[in-house]
C-alpha cells in the first residue's frame, strides 16, 4: 500500500508540495523542511508513506542535493521521518505502540537473513509478532536462508525488585513464580515456533538461543537486523491477580501496547538513528556477554 501510494506521488502529483519562494528570507532548506512538515502534519503524507527521493526533491525545487539532505535532518530531528539505509525516508508513525511491531517483524523477514535480537521482561510480544511472520515462512511467502534470534530477559528465580508484592513492597516468591511462568511460556514458545522451521527444512538455517540475567527488566529493546531499533519503557502499575488462588495486589511491570520508540540505521554516522543503533547493540554485545547466562527451558 505505502509503495503504491508513493509511486502515484512521484510520478503523477507532487504540487502539494508547493515552490519556493524567493522572496522568504528563510534558507532554502529551512524552506523544504517546513513544506515537508506542512504535508506530514495534515495528513498529505501519511504514517508509513515514502518521501520522494532526494535527487526528486533537488530537481523539483532546483536546489543542490546537500540542501535537501539538510532540510531532511530538519525533520529527522524533529522525529517527523526516519531513514533507512538504501530504502529513502519515510513518515514516521508519532506514537509507535507494540501492535505496530508486527509489520516491521515482516519486513524483517523479507531479507535473506533475519537477525532479531530482544531484551525485556518476558518476550510474549515478540513471540506473539513472530507468530504471524513465521506462518508466512510456512507457506512460502517468506522465504529467509537463515533466521537467527537472541532473547535476553530477567532470572525470576532469583530475588527481584520487580515484580513484587504491593504491601510489602520487597521480593515475593510466590510473585516472582508467577512471573516466571509467564517468562518460561514466552521463551519456550520462540525456541519452538523458529525451531520448527528448520526441523521441516523450511529455513536452511536457525538458532535461537534465550539468555538470562538478574536484573528487573524496565524496559524492552527489539533490535532487527541491525538495522532498526524499537525501545519502550515498562511502566509499573499495581493491580491485583491470584497467587496460589488468593487475591494478591502487586507491583507489575506492564509492556502490553507501551509506546515503542522507534530508531534506524541511516546514510549519516552522526543522525540520532544511527547512533541509538550503534548504542543499542553495544549494551545489547555487553550484556549478552558478561553478565547474562543459558537459559534451560
Known sequence: MASQ????????????????????????????ANKLRA??????????DKLPSQPELATRYGVAR???????EIL?????????????AF???????AVELRPHIEATFERPHVTIDFAGFSGETLRDALAGALDKVRVG?????????????????????????????????????????????????????????GDLGLVHSTNVEVRMHRASPLFKLYILNNEEVFYGFYPVVE??????????????????DVPLFHYAVTDDDTSHGTQFVEASRQWFESMWST???????
Not at 493491580?239 to 502490553?256: C, F, H, N, Q, W
Open 66 to 72: 546537500e540542501t535537501v539532505k539538510r532540510a531532511l
Open 91 to 97: 513518515v514516521r508513525a508519532q506514537t509507535q505502540r
Open 239 to 256: 493491580r491485583t491477580v491470584s497467587i496460589k488462588g488468593e487475591p494478591t495486589a502487586i507491583y507489575d511491570l506492564m509492556g502490553k
Open 141 to 197: 511467502r517468506l522465504a529467509p536462508e537463515s533466521i537467527a534470534v537472541r532473547v535476553l530477559i530477567s532470572d525470576m528465580t532469583a530475588p527481584m525488585a520487580l515484580p513484587s508484592r504491593a504491601e510489602t513492597q520487597a521480593d515475593d516468591p510466590a510473585v516472582r513464580e508467577r512471573a516466571e511462568r509467564i517468562t518460561r511460556r514466552a521463551a519456550d514458545g520462540i525456541l519452538d515456533q523458529v525451531a520448527e522451521l
Open 291 to 297: 553478565i547474562a547466562y543459558r537459559y534451560n527451558g
Open 39 to 48: 504535508a506530514i502534519l495534515t495528513r498529505r503524507l501519511e504514517p508509513g
Open 5 to 32: 501510494r508513493y509511486r502515484y506521488l512521484v510520478t503523477d502529483n507532487l504540487e502539494f508540495l508547493g515552490q519556493l519562494d524567493p522572496d522568504d528570507p528563510k534558507q532554502a532548506s529551512q524552506q523544504i
Open 76 to 88: 529527522r530531528t524533529e522525529r517527523l521521518i526516519v531513514t533507512r539505509q538504501g530504502s529513502g
